[in-house]
């Protein structure tokens, strides 16, 4: 409790202040007069809060060296003691609660009154009326203590959401690291860049290398960790701000940044190194490539410009390419239209999405076409539904698959069509929804039935057939 001495109220403002409550405020005359009496009695008295009646409703305590303002309760009614050794004298006590109640105040306080309020009585009483003098006055102490402290405590658990708020010692467990790291790395799209890779891979005309395709799927998984370890430690205040991203480890403090930034080295260094020595070296520089394009470019693109979707649509289309080129050691016309596929199906995919987090966009930051230009995201969406199905009619033309392919991919290709159509023409969340969650399966199938449909690869020991006799075959 903060306490003035009376000195303070001395002169012209000590003047104003006692006439102000002497004549202005009626209720306040008593305790103007006992404030009167304790300076002219005792100058150096201090002067609490609990002595004016205006400041009754509240006080400022202080407690974990910081202020709190409480209002004090409702008083408590007045406790009547009765006195047995005389049942004609009934004394009224008012007590003022207190913040700390100790016993022997508390049983000292009925002694003086009873001694002021029977001067006459002899202090020498027996011994059983001093015992029934003490438990009343015990009991009293007992419902003064059980009233509400006026005085904030702090419970255990506030101050350990506080501490955990403050700045401290990080203490990883590594029973929780896998958990972490897979957070980190964003798994789910980790498996479709190796996925799509592996794809990549299968397409190839080229003898299947179990070893080859091991390697090149780890060293592809290990660049893709990286990259995505990378653009959450570039992003924690954005992700900070949105739904989707707020529990994501660098966000919640699971690990420092120096710890997500080692376990993105720590990725991406053997995973270049596995692809450029143990495949080859445009795969090792493709995997390099596409960590530069992503955690340089497409992120800081995010809160740019809308330009960040087209170089997020290259990133994801190389790791196809890589699976190619993992095979074959060179870039050829059939690794570049495996990457098309991914490129043009990223945008009805990630439009849709983009389409239902519009908000979380706007309050991280981010220049998306959904939130700049939403015109522009269904018309883009719509588009490249419709170009999946130009680049199915194209496989078999540069030699990648057979006509069958064409035919059979062309109705799942007509049904991603339509719905970006009614997501075009309506724009709502259920249109959205449903385009998206048909390009979760549309991927997979297309890429299935490539491989069904893939051309049979022509061995190089077999003799080329003489260029006159193929007039002849056809004649014939």
Not at 284 to 308: D, E, M, V
Not at 351 to 359: M, P, V, Y
Request: proline share 8%; with cysteine.
């Amino acid at each position: 409790m903060y306490k003035t001495p009376c000195s303070r109220l001395a002169g012209l403002v000590g003047v104003n202040v006692k006439q102000i409550l002497v004549q202005n405020v009626p209720q306040c005359n008593q305790t103007a007069r006992s404030l009167i009496q304790l300076h002219r009695r005792d100058p150096s008295n201090w002067l609490t809060y609990q002595h004016l009646n205006f400041l009754k409703r509240q006080y400022v305590a202080k407690n974990n060296s910081e202020l709190h303002q409480r209002a004090i309760a409702k008083p408590a009614p007045a406790l009547t003691i009765v006195d047995e050794r005389d049942d004609s004298i009934e004394r009224q006590v008012q007590r003022i609660p207190t913040i700390d109640p100790v016993v022997t105040d508390t049983v000292s306080q009925p002694e003086d009154v009873t001694s002021k309020a029977q001067p006459g009585i002899s202090t020498l009483k027996p011994n059983t009326e001093d015992a029934a003098v003490q438990k009343d006055a015990m009991s009293s102490t007992v419902v003064t203590s059980v009233e509400t402290p006026h005085v904030h405590v702090e419970t255990d658990e506030a101050r350990e959401a506080r501490l955990d708020r403050q700045w401290k010692e990080m203490k990883v467990d590594v029973a929780d690291l896998p958990d972490i790291y897979a957070k980190l790395a964003k798994i789910k799209l980790t498996a479709l860049v190796v996925t799509s890779a592996a794809a990549g891979y299968a397409m190839a005309p080229v003898p299947f290398d179990p070893l080859i395709f091991f390697v090149s799927s780890l060293g592809t998984g290990l660049a893709s960790c990286t990259a995505n370890s990378i653009n959450q430690y570039f992003e924690v205040p954005f992700d900070s701000n949105m739904n989707r991203t707020k529990n994501r480890p660098l966000v919640r403090g699971q690990i420092s940044p120096l710890h997500a930034v080692s376990f993105a080295l720590a990725c991406g260094i053997p995973g270049v190194a596995l692809l450029t020595l143990a495949v080859n070296p445009l795969t090792g520089f493709l995997g390099a490539l596409n960590i530069f394009l992503y955690t340089c470019c497409y992120t800081p693109l995010k809160r740019l410009s809308i330009t960040n979707t087209w170089v997020g649509a290259v990133v994801g289309a190389i790791p196809p390419v890589m699976g190619w080129t993992a095979a074959t050691g060179c870039l050829e016309p059939g690794a570049l239209l495996m990457g098309a596929f991914l490129y043009s199906w990223q945008f009805p995919h990630f439009n849709a999405l983009s389409w239902n987090l519009r908000e979380d966009y706007s309050r991280g930051g981010y220049r998306m076409m959904s939130v700049t230009h939403p015109g522009m995201c269904k018309r883009v969406a719509l588009r490249h539904s419709m170009g999946l199905i130009g680049l199915s009619t194209l496989a078999p033309v540069l030699d990648v698959t057979t006509w069958t392919f064409p035919v059979i991919s062309l109705p799942i290709n007509v049904y991603i069509s339509y719905l970006a159509f009614r997501f075009y023409r309506k724009g709502d969340r259920n249109s959205a929804r449903k385009l998206f969650f048909c390009s979760l399966w549309h991927l997979p199938m297309l890429l299935l039935l490539a491989l069904t449909c893939k051309k049979p690869r022509r061995d190089p020991e077999d003799p080329a057939l003489p260029p006159a006799s193929l007039p002849l075959t056809l004649q014939s």
